[in-house]
T-cell receptor, first 113, second 109 residues
Framework: DAGVIQSPRHEVTEMGQEVTLRCKPI?????LFWYRQTMMRGLELLIY????????DSGMPEDRFSAKMPNASFSTLKIQPSEPRDSAVYFC???????????FGSGTRLTVV | KNEVEQSPQNLTAQEGEFITINCSYS?????LHWLQQHPGGGIVSLFM???GKKKHGRLIATINIQEKHSSLHITASHPRDSAVYIC???????????FGGGTRVLVKP
């Protein structure tokens, strides 16, 4: 298995632009998580899905952020419009159920200038 | 006060030394995870614990549910163990993780 696949690995964009981050979870995993990591705040959960349904989006910072999971093999995290304070590494992770660990993607390093 | 506290924040050891990282939490949990993040940024899941002790190679993780405390031990440390080690807890319900601030470990040759 190729693991959790995230794209792009790096993204540099100008303030105000729309940014879309993509994630392909491990086949058969039914939970998918989006995390953000910054120097100031460490790792934070943004949103997680179970069986493609959003379960907890309390970590989504504001309306500029949205996430979708149209099917079991694909999820997107969109920021519109982007701001410099959104600069961070965004990780996607998936798990098969509560009794198993998590597999993390390699992350997307986002820089908003 | 953070729900998950790690100590120390930074640790420097000589190759071969025994290393201990501590994690305390204040909420009821269903499981505790230890994660490793190397300088390149990738995150690897090391252990998931709900009781007792687990061992994988030179790594040992223990948890005391009553005391709300877990430790990660590295025996015979090696420079390749240099990384940030992160403790994360999963609540009693749901599948959400809450993270500690991480412990930055540097093992010198």
């Amino acid at each position: 298995d190729a693991g959790v696949i995230q794209s792009p690995r790096h993204e540099v964009t100008e303030m105000g632009q729309e940014v879309t981050l993509r994630c392909k979870p491990i086949s058969g995993h039914n939970s998918l998580f989006w995390y953000r990591q910054t120097m100031m705040r460490g790792l934070e959960l943004l949103i997680y899905f179970n069986n493609n349904v959003p379960i907890d989006d309390s970590g989504m910072p504001e309306d500029r952020f949205s996430a979708k999971m149209p099917n079991a093999s694909f999820s997107t995290l969109k920021i519109q419009p982007s701001e410099p304070r959104d600069s961070a590494v965004y990780f996607c992770a998936s798990s098969i159920d509560r009794d198993y660990g998590y597999t993390f993607g390699s992350g997307t390093r986002l820089t908003v200038v | 006060k953070n729900e998950v506290e790690q100590s120390p924040q930074n640790l420097t050891a000589q190759e071969g030394e025994f290393i201990t990282i501590n994690c305390s939490y204040s909420v009821g949990i269903s499981a505790l995870h230890w994660l490793q993040q190397h300088p390149g940024g990738g995150i690897v899941s090391l252990f998931m614990l709900s009781s007792g002790k687990k061992k994988h190679g030179r790594l040992i993780a223990t948890i005391n549910i009553q005391e709300k405390h877990s430790s990660l031990h590295i025996t015979a440390s090696h420079p390749r163990d240099s990384a940030v080690y992160i403790c994360a807890v999963r609540g009693a319900a749901g599948n959400k993780l809450t993270f500690g601030g991480g412990t930055r470990v540097l093992v010198k040759p």
